[in-house]
């Protein structure tokens, strides 16, 4: 009996740290998962509109719609894709680097002294 007397405290810090940790772990999900309900009903209401746009949102939809074909992404110019693997990509843009260089160290002149 006196050893449990001598544990108690820890086994009482123990059972309130084992019943503490999941109750808050609970309360800090449950705080982030409304803050991700929230941005998920945001965007949704944001795509809604772009669905079925007012008067004047589809106005300046129209407006902008010329300049929709010249935002196009040029594959070559590309930092990353998922399509090839990340060293392939990482080496081909080195050398990529290097020939620009040597071509800007091409096209210069070189100062006469």
Not at 54 to 82: H, V
Request: aromatic share 10%; charged share 30%; no cysteine.
């Amino acid at each position: 009996m006196a050893v449990v007397a001598g544990l108690y405290r820890f086994l009482l810090v123990y059972a309130i740290g084992f019943l503490a940790v999941p109750a808050l772990r609970w309360l800090w999900i449950q705080r982030k998962n409304q803050e991700i309900r929230r941005r998920n009903r945001d965007r949704q209401s944001w795509a809604d509109r772009l669905r079925k746009p007012s008067l004047a949102l589809g106005e300046k939809l129209m407006q902008l719609a010329p300049w929709r074909t010249q935002a196009k992404i040029d594959p070559d110019k590309l930092i990353y894709s998922g399509d090839r693997d990340l060293l392939d990509q990482e080496f081909a843009q080195d050398s990529a680097i290097a020939a620009e260089w040597q071509t800007r160290l091409m096209q210069t002149d070189p100062e006469e002294p």
